[in-house]
């Protein structure tokens, strides 16, 4: 692995390597060897896993750090996406470190109005977007019961509405470019019980997730 490849399995075996921090990203394929200046491609990400805390940068930013700097390794230009930007920064110090290539944007998934912003930023400094993985999540087990309507608003906002808007202002870019690659984190929460404890919102918002790759790969898998 070389060089940078247009394949969701290298973006697949990169999340591996980063555990699930990574909330969004999206990549331009191509570049030179690992560890030499990217001449082209971009990745967007977000890195704030435990999307409301406050908690210090090295307690949340870890694996999905890990992915970002590998993808520059790569030779990807990366967006770094974060709700914090000293966090975002952490991980931009290290792909410059190596010689790679990396923008920080600031921005809430909380409002849906900055999915269209993050992408004209990636658009507007490297030209495409070829590749967007949603992983975007606010963790949480909490049984039905105890599901406030405030938390069950958040988590389907981070978790499943925030995917679905980059998806949409993602996907003409795309088809402009002559195709792309769209990975969805889900979670086998999605798919069964965790327990008996109940995680309700995040089950739920998952499994949407599952349904929105379905209907947009049914739609415009064709266009490449």
Not at 49 to 56: I, K, L, S
Not at 59 to 73: E, Q, S
Not at 183 to 198: D, F
Request: aromatic share 6%; glycine share 12%; with cysteine.
């Amino acid at each position: 692995m070389g060089k940078f490849q247009r394949s969701v399995g290298l973006v697949v075996f990169a999340l591996a390597l980063g555990a699930a921090a990574l909330l969004w990203f999206a990549v331009a394929a191509g570049g030179p060897a690992a560890g030499a200046a990217p001449d082209h491609g971009v990745v967007f990400g977000i890195w704030n896993v435990f999307y409301n805390t406050d908690a210090p940068p090295s307690r949340v930013i870890v694996a999905a750090c890990a992915m970002a700097v590998l993808f520059a390794r790569e030779g990807a230009r990366v967006v770094l996406v974060d709700k914090f930007e000293e966090r975002a920064k952490e991980t931009l110090n290290m792909i410059e470190s190596e010689g790679g290539e990396a923008l920080i944007v600031t921005a809430d998934l909380s409002d849906l109005s900055e999915a269209s912003r993050i992408a004209q930023a990636a658009v507007s400094k490297y030209g495409t977007v070829d590749i967007l993985v949603n992983n975007a999540a606010i963790p949480s087990s909490t049984s039905l019961l105890d599901t406030s309507v405030e938390l069950l608003q958040s988590i389907l906002t981070v978790n499943l509405a925030a995917p679905f808007m980059l998806t949409k202002a993602v996907v003409p870019v795309m088809q402009a470019g002559g195709g792309g690659s769209i990975v969805n984190i889900s979670s086998i929460a999605a798919l069964r019980g965790q327990g008996g404890g109940g995680q309700t919102a995040y089950a739920s918002a998952k499994a949407g997730l599952e349904g929105l790759m379905n209907d947009v790969a049914d739609s415009y898998g064709k266009d490449g």
